[in-house]
């Protein structure tokens, strides 16, 4: 069932419905996320059910602000208070060290929790509402089944769970891709999945770099979205320059079916039976439509999708981070062009 997530009385039975440990479909600027009472086991377990998720891959609990944080967390380094005044609420998770006893079945049985703030109006309805109510957080992991494409729109998580979910409808997100997550357990940053947030803003706040997850010699801790194959549709993902990608094209001809192509060039040599979506040559507009249009492609049939590589630059190492775990699983692109894409193939 969706609701229009601005009115009274939608937020008033979602906070009900969270209350009696159902779950909730939530809009966040981000993506659309699968909500529970962070502090009830029973309740956050359905959100493993629900995905289909490894019950020892951690949720991320999401807040009002940060007067809940001391609720979740044990610890907060300096830097971490700097990042949560720059950019909460937003974009941003923290790994922080988890208070003993709260919200054990969200941190994955772990001895950290991520938390973020998030910006969306109908979150922070939620979120404020259900503090009042006595649910400090609200774990919500993406709204879709585990390892497939995020939702952007209260109909995409729909087409996932069913009329059976009370879904609030936010419209679509206005970020397109999850948060950015930096580990601050190891009193260092560390940052352990891109996003919107660059790591440049992040280290000018921070005042200091960035460490990579396995720079350091203690292991970092498990985080959402953070498997090597993640956010992959149905279709089979490759990832290529825009030359390999026109290259590819002309091998295959004219008669290539079943196929898909995200580049920002329209490429002439596509083929007739060729399906092309352009990709926007801005960051900040590819990521919000990253994952809509890698649900319409698999929605329209295709077997493949070839996506023309994002710039390797700051901005863009969100969406480059996605489309990579999207095409983890896929086989090597080399092999593309002797397994022709015709009826029949694929």
């Not at 969200?106 to 929790?113: E, K, L, P």
């Not at 948060?179 to 992040?202: E, F, H, K, M, Y």
Request: glycine share 8%.
């Amino acid at each position: 069932m969706i609701l229009p997530g601005l009115d009274p009385a939608a937020i008033d039975r979602a906070v009900q419905t969270l209350a009696q440990g159902q779950l909730l479909g939530l809009p966040t600027e981000t993506v659309y996320g699968l909500a529970a009472d962070a502090l009830r086991d029973d309740a956050v377990a359905r959100i493993f059910v629900a995905k289909g998720r490894p019950p020892d891959h951690p949720l991320i609990v999401h807040v009002a602000s940060t007067t809940q944080v001391p609720l979740f967390a044990s610890q907060v380094p300096e830097f971490a208070y700097r990042l949560m005044q720059a950019f909460w609420p937003g974009p941003l998770t923290l790994i922080l060290p988890r208070q003993p006893g709260v919200a054990t079945a969200s941190a994955g049985g772990q001895t950290s929790i991520g938390l973020r703030c998030p910006s969306h109006p109908v979150a922070q309805a939620v979120l404020k509402a259900c503090a009042a109510a006595g649910m400090p957080g609200l774990s919500a992991p993406s709204a879709n089944l585990f390892g497939r494409v995020s939702p952007t729109t209260a109909d995409h998580v729909a087409s996932e769970f069913g009329d059976a979910l009370l879904i609030l409808d936010g419209g679509e997100c206005e970020v397109g891709i999850e948060s950015s997550i930096v580990d601050c357990t190891r009193g260092v940053p560390v940052l352990l999945r891109p996003g919107q947030i660059t790591r440049l803003q992040i280290e000018a706040v921070c005042g200091q770099r960035l460490q990579d997850k396995a720079s350091l010699a203690q292991p970092a801790p498990k985080a959402s979205g953070t498997l090597d194959a993640h956010y992959a549709p149905r279709a089979k993902v490759h990832l290529m320059d825009a030359a390999s990608l026109h290259k590819r094209l002309q091998a295959l001809g004219v008669q290539a079916n079943h196929l898909a192509v995200w580049s920002r060039d329209l490429p002439l040599d596509r083929g007739a039976g060729v399906l092309w979506r352009q990709q926007a040559n801005s960051a900040a507009k590819a990521a919000h439509e990253l994952f809509a249009v890698l649900r319409d492609l698999d929605a329209r049939g295709v077997r493949q999708i070839w996506v023309e590589l994002p710039p390797d630059t700051p901005e863009w190492e969100g969406v480059r981070d996605r489309l990579q775990r999207a095409a983890a699983d896929a086989p090597a692109a080399s092999a593309l062009t002797a397994s022709p894409l015709s009826p029949g193939h694929g």
